[in-house]
């Protein structure tokens, strides 16, 4: 099948959206497939088989992210000789424009993958406006009201939607979305986590050989939650003598995020117990999830969390807090924990959090359930088996179009 994609995230970008689609696409080809990949002009990127990079821009409230312009004629002229059979869009913006407008131009079905809560990420925008703009002309609910507004009119336009997770469902058909909608998780090349021994893992990231490692993985911002963890880790160290150290995998570019963690860390006395690494390639980071032995989450902004599956891969117990769409992937007391949390009631959330921590610790038979529960249950989020249920969807929608 020829299949297009259009995303405003791709390699080298470090985030879930953009690992997503590196192993849908390098799968797709195993199978036979051709998918064609367009994306912005990313610097530094390398030259990749039918990867297509558009003009762009830097995204001026998220430095790391860009903005392709949303047409290309030389592309378009190109597409007349590829004949697409589906289009598949991950942004509603820029090339999810283009792609929109290439798959009403040639009459084939159009699906889109819903990756981001933008509701959650208005923040960003709206807290860079002069504060005049924030005062008289703009509330960061409109910000929220506007990304809505954004979403559901984009995927109205779609024949289908897919959603990550249960949560992402619900949300958007509370937004007003008529579209059809599928619940699919991105999928996980269980080969790309290949076993390595612990105690290696360690040394190669500079960890301590005889301590309790709880992992973070992800970007390192505001929605992520991050400073819950460091009370968590304040409180472990007050209650137990276990030496238990936190690490955390990630940026941002906004190098202030990163100054004020571990500014709060030193504030909690615990600089002793964190461990930032900053950004780790791919091969590094599989590497820090078998050095670990709890994956921690603390975001309740995610649509689905494609690193909680890799933990789960890796035979890690998740600690999280309860999120419909971490739900999806974790049983409570199956693989790991979700923890209750209420903005109201943090103090009790942090000691449920660090009690469960302590009772992994101290009760060996239930950890190595959970961790063995935790490797059956990635299993069925195979990028094989995704792409194959994928695949279903886009023939039964081009069936439909050629009816």
Known sequence: MKIG??????????????????????????????????????????????????????????????????????????????????????????LGIFGWYEARKRKIPLVHTYHTLFTEYAYYIWDHFPGFIKKHLITEKEAKDIAIWMSKTYCNLCDLIIAPSTKVKKLLIDFGVKSPIEILPNGLDIRDFKPIDKNLAREKLNLPKDAMILLFVGRLGKEKNIEYLLKVEKWLKLNTSYP????????????????????????????????????????????????????????????????????????????????????????????????????????ESIYEFGRKIIELINNKELYFTLSENAIKSAKDYSVQEINRKLLSIYERLIWDYNK
């Open 244 to 347: 238990i150290y936190l690490v955390i995998v990630g940026d941002n570019p906004d190098k202030r995020v990163l100054e004020g963690l571990r500014k709060e860390a030193e504030e909690l006395d615990i600089e002793d117990r964190v461990k930032f690494t900053g950004y780790l390639e791919y091969e590094d980071i599989a590497n820090a999830y078998f050095a670990s032995d709890i994956f921690v989450f603390p975001s309740l902004t995610e649509t689905q969390g494609l690193v909680v599956l890799e933990a789960l891969t890796t035979g890690l117990p998740v600690i999280a807090l309860q999120d419909e769409a971490i739900g999806d992937f974790v049983g409570d007391e199956y693989n790991g924990f979700l923890i209750p949390h209420s903005p109201y009631k943090i103090e």
């Open 5 to 94: 994609y259009f995303s405003d995230t791709y390699r080298p970008h470090k985030n879930g959206v953009a690992t997503a689609l590196s192993i849908q696409k390098k799968n797709f080809e195993e199978e036979g497939h051709e998918l064609h990949l367009f994306i912005p002009y990313i610097p530094n990127s390398l030259q990749e088989k039918n990867v297509y990079k558009l003009p762009s821009i830097t995204f001026p409230f998220q430095k790391e992210h860009r903005i392709a312009v949303p047409f290309s004629l030389k592309y378009d002229l190109l597409l007349n000789k590829i004949d697409l059979k589906i289009i598949h869009t991950h942004t509603p913006f820029s």
